[in-house]
């Protein structure tokens, strides 16, 4: 008896070049893939097996004459260049507005109505990186019990705290305080809690950053399957994207590794359904923050980890892997970036070196999935599942 399972894994930032309209971002030339290479110590095996140097454009890669996956180049439908908007549109939703942004700070009558509501002033109200603010503020955080509010590039309105000054829950509340007044032509994508601890000089953000992000507007590959009785998992950072709608599992992880050992236990579950992650380091710690050499280990780290994983995979299982925007670290930028993302397909009943060329969606994937599991989904995405499938 089949027991159909799909392993979704967004490799958070994974771009790999510039999409036609990135000059509409200020993101031409970007390649957050190329970028990596510039690392002499560079190099991936699994990745490359599964015809990651294949993919159309991605010819800074080596190419194998055998790639045992199937692969594609995947451009963003949607407007826009953030994690919420990408992974809505990976879930099969295309947006065709994007989120609003605040480059000179949130109108005044919003940070007003915050700081009324949890009776506190707030600090700055500009666009900032998160390390380098909380280095700038931080003791005067501490010192007046005001949160710092900032936003970046994305459409996000940011909190910093002090755990020892303001509680997680707290600050959890204030996040829920910012999401309920951001509505309307001010629904940011995503709220999020960036807590930190140390002292003057040494202030770090720690793992309990939270995202309050905007429910999607309408039902997505999650709300199908779990309508049709499929469990649907959310590993890392999922839950917060879909405001953990139709998720049957939402569980949260710190970092890569333990996205990485959940995914690998959940291979041994006995269930039909999708199990749906999201790797976020590759983002957070290493895109925003420029580090080519951090970005290129964290995905050599994915690539030896990926061995095992595929080698464990139960006979109807499908792998796909992909990404839900760039974030060149090698550009002067730390924002996001406007980028085609990989997509690679593999599993015991998936054909090999089948290249998908470049789809006009990431909703495609959506529309894939819903077609293996024998589900009509309602998505102007494409599915490929009759190409690749034995």
Known sequence: MKKRRVFLIVLDSLGIGALPDAYLYGDEGSNTLKSLTTDENFKLNTLLKLGLG?????????????????????????????TTIGHWEIAGIISETPFPVYPNGFPQDIIEEFEKRINRKILYNRPA?????????????VKTGSPIVYTSAD???????????IPIETLYDYCKIAREILQGENAVARVIARPFKGQEGH??????????????PSATLIDI???????????????????????????????????????????????EGLVFANLVDFDMLYGHRNDVYGYSK?????????????????????????????????????????EYTPLIIYGNNIKQGVNLGIRATFADIAATICQ?????????????????LI
């Open 203 to 216: 202030y770090r953000r720690t793992a309990n950053r939270k995202d309050f992000s905007v429910a999607p």
């Open 225 to 271: 399957l779990n309508k049709n009785h499929y469990k649907v998992t959310g590993a890392g950072k999922i839950g917060d994207i879909f405001a953990n709608r139709g998720l049957s599992i939402s569980y949260h992880t710190k970092n890569n590794d333990e996205g990485m050992e959940y995914l690998m236990k959940s291979l041994y579950d006995q269930y």
């Open 298 to 338: 964290a995905l050599m780290r994915f690539d030896g980890w990926l061995k095992k994983f595929i080698c464990n995979m139960s006979q109807d299982d499908i792998l796909m892997i992909t990404g839900d925007h760039g974030c060149d670290p090698s550009t002067p930028s730390t924002d996001h970036s406007r």
């Open 372 to 388: 293996y599991f024998n589900i009509y989904f309602n998505t102007k995405g494409v599915s490929f599942l009759n190409q690749i």
């Open 54 to 82: 294949n993919i159309d454009g991605v010819d800074y890669l080596p190419s194998v004459n055998n790639p045992i996956g199937s692969f594609a180049r995947l451009q963003e439908s949607s407007k826009g260049k953030d």
């Open 155 to 165: 459409s996000v309105f940011q909190i910093a705290a002090h755990e020892d000054v």
């Open 129 to 141: 990186s998160g390390t380098e603010i909380i280095e700038k503020l931080g003791s005067e955080h």
